[in-house]
């Protein structure tokens, strides 16, 4: 079984940063993509950002300058540092793999448990 545990979540104000982490564990052949997701009250569910295996990033264009996305291979994590937080930013960020599990397996999508992210003064 492949889990994805997100971490680094929490309270902070205005204008401050966090630096979110997602473990993958479990049986992994490759993990192909590696995406930051996030769901407010009230809203769909939207893609925050993205990174490949050969490190190509991609961000959602109200985020783009504030936050980075990177990977480390080698221990199959990825991190989302956030800065310049904004309210608008308060959300359950969600970690999300597409993976395979073994050599001839298919490709296949997981997902984190989520970690609450809120922006407040």
């Known amino acids: 079984q492949v889990q994805l545990v997100e971490s680094g979540g929490g309270l902070v104000q205005p204008g401050g940063s966090l630096r979110l982490s997602c473990a993958a564990s479990?049986?992994?052949?490759?993990?192909?993509?590696m995406n930051w997701y996030r769901q407010a009250p009230g809203k769909q569910r939207e893609l925050v950002a993205a990174?490949?295996?050969?490190?190509?990033?991609n961000y959602q264009h109200s985020v783009k300058g504030r936050f980075t996305i990177s990977r480390d291979n080698a221990k199959n994590t990825v991190y989302l540092q956030m800065n310049s937080l904004k309210p608008e930013d308060t959300a359950v960020y969600y970690c999300h793999a597409i993976l395979v599990t073994s050599s001839v397996s298919p490709e296949y999508s997981y997902w984190g448990q989520g970690t609450q992210v809120t922006v407040s003064s």
């Open positions: 990174i490949t295996s050969d490190n190509i990033a």
């Open positions: 479990g049986s992994i052949f490759s993990i192909n993509v």
